[in-house]
């Protein structure tokens, strides 16, 4: 976030420009169900069954959970939804508790520990303090009912946000049910030295809680670091690679840029390390992540067919980047030691005129390409 996009987000929560609210019935549940079927449904293809309020998270099983929303003041619209689930009540559905890490939470810990299941803003709230007050105000309530974790999955692209808010990695990053990677992260209310140490936004709303003496989850993390030490996501920033000369893997889409323009479209990517079997993008997801591969081969998969292959220097996900459609093909890591460079939509979003003429040339090349090997 650049210092305008901050100084705007300081603003409008000192104005009170948004506001949120526990979402009960009536008109909130109505704005509410709209926009996940908005965000989950037609931007992400990721609801399950109709229900927009079911979550892969419960396995098929209905648990109690809660639900917030927040509204633009200026206007009345609801912009973003989040919903929790106590953990307690996850813990029958393996999945869950895996894609969350919570085997790696202690049964003390895990009764004050929610599950924040979808966190959803529309396009327009996603750079602004929405998301930020939506989240505040359920910590809030959940800390007045005794719950002092929350416990998220963070796409790579959104690892940094959560860590600025004071959240910590609990597991390296795993293959997700939508394709795509998550990363395990907990959010200790309890641990004011670290949310002060990182300047969480969130470290006001807990200086004034009581945690009391029994709460478990200091003693528990201090543990937890003595044995795990530190927590090696698999997500990096990108650095070139020693070997990669005068042509990086990027180059197909960088060629034709000044150095200056490489930066501009490089700033903010990552490195993903991918396991044989990985399914990096799923067939019919909405997500419009770009990527190359670094390294290895990568299989586009299609009702369970192999249908082609991609390997170092190989753009993926550049149909349903440029259309907006859903993925055509699961993509799935295939041989060890695959590595993916994922480029930031913000830094793509973000690119000078000139070099988003010469980016999308690229790009459209390598369409061409790629529907010449089909047909060939």
């Given amino acids: 976030m650049n210092l305008l996009q901050t100084l705007r987000g300081q603003w409008d929560v000192m104005t009170g420009r948004y506001a949120a609210a526990p979402i009960g ?44 929303g927040v509204r633009d003041r200026q206007g009345g619209r609801m912009v973003g939804v989040l919903q929790t689930t106590e953990a307690r009540h996850l813990l029958g559905v393996a999945a869950t ?6 085997d790696r939470l202690s049964p003390a810990v895990l009764e004050r520990t929610v599950v924040v299941t979808f966190f959803a803003l529309l396009p327009e709230a996603r750079k602004t303090a929405a998301g930020l007050v939506l989240l505040a105000e359920s910590l809030r309530l959940h800390l007045q009912d005794g719950a002092s974790v929350a416990s998220f999955i963070a796409e790579p692209a959104l690892l940094q946000r959560y860590l600025r808010l004071g959240a910590r990695p609990l597991a390296p990053m795993r293959a997700s049910a939508y394709g795509g990677y998550r990363i395990p992260l907990v959010l200790l209310a309890a641990d004011r030295a670290h949310l002060e140490a990182v300047h969480s936004p969130l470290r006001l709303l807990v200086k004034a809680g009581d945690f009391g003496d029994d709460d ?3 003693p528990w993390w201090r543990d937890f670091e ?9 997500v990096a920033a990108y650095q070139p690679a020693a070997d990669e000369g005068e042509r990086p893997v990027h180059a197909l889409l960088s060629r034709g840029l000044s150095d200056a323009e490489v930066q501009a479209l490089l700033a903010g990517s990552l490195t993903l390390d991918s396991a044989v079997g990985d399914r990096i993008l ?43 459609e859903p993925r055509s093909a ?8 695959t590595r993916l460079l994922q ?24 369409l061409a390409q790629r529907l010449k090997q089909r047909t060939a």
């Fill in 282 to 324: 799923a067939q019919g997801d909405g997500g419009r992540l770009l990527g190359v591969v670094a390294a290895g081969v990568v299989h586009a998969v299609i009702n369970g067919r192999v249908v082609g292959a991609m390997g170092p220097g190989e753009p993926f996900g550049e149909i349903a980047f440029v259309t907006g």
């Fill in 343 to 366: 480029f930031s939509p913000a830094a793509l979003a973000a690119l000078p005129p000139a070099a988003a003429l010469v980016f999308w040339r690229n790009l459209a090349w390598c």
């Fill in 25 to 68: 019935g009536g008109a909130d549940l109505d704005d509410g169900s709209a926009l996940l079927r908005a965000v989950r449904g037609e931007e992400l293809h990721r609801i399950v069954g109709d229900d927009p309020w079911a979550s892969p998270a419960f396995g098929g099983t209905t648990p109690p959970t809660r639900a917030w």
């Fill in 216 to 218: 478990p989850t200091l």
């Fill in 330 to 337: 699961d993509l799935v890591a295939a041989v060890p030691g």
């Fill in 97 to 102: 508790v895996g894609a969350y890490a919570l």
């Fill in 226 to 234: 003595r044995r795990h030490g530190r927590i090696d996501t698999g």
